[in-house]
């Protein structure tokens, strides 16, 4: 039709979103018309509060930092590449993204490490590349209810990061994070159907 | 000379409530009795307890010889057993997912019915046929009405046997409408073969009298849902103007919605479509406008009704089977067992090979085998066949036997194996125990895509969904809604929060240890404490109970149970927290 094919003119930059991002054409179309419904003031760009207005994250307990994954370096505006990029991350895996890829193109955004690099950013507040005992403890805070008491949780988180830590300097590395993880469906856990 | 006596028996005159009050209360006893035991609701559907104590109650009577109250007559069926029952399944149905899966929900469910209906009827004339069985005298008509009782399916009494299973939703969404729209159909089916069979000779009927039929058929469906539709935007509205009353919102929607039914039946129209429609109609308006406590009598006061009438039901049911009103016939049995699965999985794998083609994300073979398996025959076929008459139908005890074993196979047998079909079929977890590290890891990544969908949103037809939504901000609500509501969806939250809590949480110290507030202790001592496997696995459980749930995006739906709060405190929980650390980042 028409004017389908004219709206997709209207999304800025899209050919190389697409490339970037690997969405197909209608995804990118139903994410733009969900990015123009979210920015209610039509201001071209999505602030913290236009996130804050979905009210199914304000029950969510990891809610603060998703939608601080939508921001990084700091920025207070995150503009439509911006957005889809995050969400590239929970693009399905499809039977040909796995196939021959040439090695000299950076890897997909929804490939397995990338979405484990995108889980340890959630625990990883200050971006210095580990778990620390205490980022741990934030998140455990964050996550379990009221009955927990503090004494119990900072046991868990002790032995939350003893578990994982190899090289015995009290904090969780990447390397480490991948590693305990090794043995999970990462690829169905991080992905959503509906992404294609 | 008769003198006045100290004590005196009567009682006849209680009988019938007495009983029937024991009924229920016997049932409730049961169902409390099958809850405690957690485990067993995921084993088997609650409609099998049921059974089981209408087959007990049904062994009492019998055997002590009672005369049992007056058994289920057409009237008191269909005009205060079956009312409830359809009102509680339109009201619970999540509207949003329904209409956009409307056509697919259609095609199943009407179609379906009539190709299970029509099928079986025909292959069992058939089978009638042969002299060897013996069934010479059942004919056309009534194989085919038969049939039309016989397909009315009941899945939603196995929903929660595999809840647990993340069931995706559409799927969820197909099973629930084919519940829904089922009852309807069978029942216009069902009436409008009678009134076939009423004539008096089968050779009367003529091309014109079937053209009759179909355009009968078409009528009375619409014709029923177009009676639902006015009557819930006239209860709508009522409830604009009960904030002082609020009292009475709670009837206004009962009434409404009965009303409704009676109205279109006393035009022959459908009854089960108009109240269902009703319900669909009236219930996003009717939420908004009635204060929270109206909300939840309304809500608990449907599952009680419907709860109540299900039970007599099964208990009528039981007491027919156990009694001497049973015509026994191998052929007839059997092959109506026989047909009803081949029929249901030539109607799913078929119909839904069509559409398919058309939808953006097609079933695949795993979820149309769970719906083929989920074809559970319920009340609502056996209490087509009671109500058979007897004039017409002069093997009606062996109609009535074939049902019971139908249902008793499909409850029973279907019942019981499909949890662990569906969990072999979804995902095959690993039984080994998972380290602290995946339980957290886990959980966290359940949140961070359930957060992640939250923000896509609900992707759908969007042009069709989109006017419907100007139509309705534009017009509907300004009718039905009250002015001074509260728009931001967070406010009202905010509003339901009691403060007891919010007191509660302060007092316990919850609201100091947010993500911001530094330790009083400084890094800890690098001490590798050796734990004890038992301090791991009570750490291990610990984190488990107590770790928030993700938030269920499928709607999860209980045909006997309302949902625990559980899921109310959390979001409490978290809100309280939030609240907070969002006033410190604005400092």
């Known amino acids: 039709m028409g004017s389908r094919s004219s709206r997709a003119a209207v999304i800025p930059d899209v050919d190389s979103i697409r490339r970037e991002t690997g969405f197909s054409q209608a995804s990118l179309l139903r994410l733009y018309q969900r990015f123009r419904a979210l920015d209610r003031s039509e201001k071209g760009y999505l602030s913290r509060m236009d996130l804050q207005q979905i009210g199914a994250l304000a029950v969510n307990p990891l809610g603060d930092r998703i939608i601080d994954s939508f921001f990084p370096d700091g920025s207070q505006r995150v503009d439509f590449s911006g957005f889809v990029r995050v969400l590239a991350y929970f693009r399905p895996i499809e039977d040909e993204d796995t196939g021959i890829r040439d090695s000299k193109q950076p890897e997909p955004l929804n490939s397995r490490m990338n979405k484990l690099r995108f889980a340890f950013q959630l625990y990883d507040l200050d971006r210095d590349g580990k778990i620390s005992r205490q980022e741990m403890l934030q998140v455990l805070r964050l996550m379990v209810g009221v009955q927990v008491t503090e004494e119990q949780l900072e046991s868990i988180a002790d032995r939350t990061v003893q578990e994982a830590d190899e090289d015995g300097d009290g904090a969780v590395s990447f390397l480490e994070f991948t590693k305990s993880l090794e043995k999970m469906n990462i690829e169905q856990k991080m992905s959503i159907r509906i992404l294609k | ?587």
């Open chain 2, 1 to 587: 000379d008769e003198r006045i006596s100290v004590f005196e028996l009567d009682y006849d005159y209680v009988q019938i409530p007495y009983e029937v009050t024991l009924w229920i209360l016997l049932a409730s006893l049961a169902k409390i009795g099958f809850h405690l035991y957690h485990r067993l609701p995921h084993l088997m559907p609650e409609s099998c307890l049921l059974i089981l104590v209408g087959v007990l109650v049904g062994a009492i009577i019998f055997g002590t010889d009672h005369k049992s109250p007056p058994v289920m007559d057409s009237s008191i069926y269909f005009l205060y057993l079956l009312p409830p029952i359809v009102l509680e399944g339109g009201y619970f149905m999540p509207t949003r997912p329904f209409f956009e899966n409307l056509g697919s929900i259609l095609w199943w469910a009407g179609l379906g019915s009539l190709v299970n209906a029509f099928g079986i009827g025909l292959s069992l004339y058939l089978v009638c046929q042969v002299q060897a069985f013996g069934l010479g005298d059942v004919n056309l008509l009534q194989n085919l009405l038969f049939g039309s009782l016989i397909s009315a399916v009941d899945p939603a009494a196995v929903l929660a046997v595999f809840e647990e299973a993340r069931v995706n939703e559409q799927l969820y969404l197909i099973i629930f409408g084919e519940a829904l729209l089922n009852d309807g159909i069978s029942v216009v089916l069902y009436n409008i073969l009678i009134a076939f069979t009423k004539m008096h000779k089968f050779e009367d009927i003529e091309a014109v009298d079937i053209l009759a039929g179909c355009a009968r058929f078409v009528i009375v469906g619409v014709g029923g849902v177009l009676f639902g539709v006015v009557f819930g935007f006239i209860s709508a509205f009522i409830t604009r103007f009960t904030q002082n009353i609020s009292a009475i919102e709670p009837l206004i929607v009962f009434m409404f919605s009965y009303l409704s039914y009676l109205a279109a039946e006393t035009l022959y129209l459908s009854g089960i479509l108009a109240i269902t429609a009703c319900a669909v109609t009236m219930k996003k308006y009717v939420e908004e406008n009635v204060s929270q406590k109206s909300y939840t009598t309304i809500k608990y006061f449907m599952k009680m009704l419907s709860s109540v009438s299900e039970t007599l039901i099964f208990i009528f049911m039981g007491v027919s089977t156990v009694g001497k009103n049973h015509e026994w016939n191998w052929a007839f049995i059997c092959f109506t067992l026989v047909f009803c699965q081949i029929w249901r999985a030539i109607s799913v794998f078929a119909l839904f090979y069509v559409s398919n083609q058309f939808r953006t994300f097609p079933f695949s073979i795993k979820d149309q085998c769970i719906i083929f398996y989920s074809g559970v025959r319920g009340a609502g076929s056996f209490s087509l066949a009671f109500l058979l008459p007897l004039s017409l139908f002069p093997r009606k005890k062996m109609f009535v036997t074939a049902t019971l074993v139908v249902i008793y196979f499909t409850t029973f047998i279907q019942g019981i194996t499909i949890g662990p079909l569906v969990r072999y079929l979804d995902v095959k977890k690993t039984n080994k125990k998972e380290s602290i590290n995946e339980e957290l890891h886990i959980r966290l990544m359940d949140h961070l895509k359930a957060g992640i969908e939250d923000v896509c949103g609900h992707w759908s037809h969007y042009q069709v969904r989109d006017k419907f939504k100007k139509f309705d901000h534009r017009y509907l609500r300004k009718i039905l809604i009250r002015k001074n509501l509260p728009k931001s969806s967070i406010v009202s939250l905010y509003k339901k929060l009691e403060m007891k809590q919010a007191i509660e949480m302060v007092e316990t110290g919850i609201l100091s240890s947010t993500a911001f507030s530094v330790p009083q202790q400084a890094q800890r001592i690098q001490g590798i404490k050796r734990l004890s496997p038992e301090d791991v696995e009570s750490m291990r459980d610990i984190l488990t109970r107590n770790m928030y749930q993700v938030r269920q995006r499928t709607p999860s739906y209980n045909k006997y149970n309302l949902k625990p709060q559980t899921s109310e405190k959390q979001a409490k929980e978290i809100l309280i927290r939030r609240q907070n650390t969002f006033r410190e980042s604005r400092k």
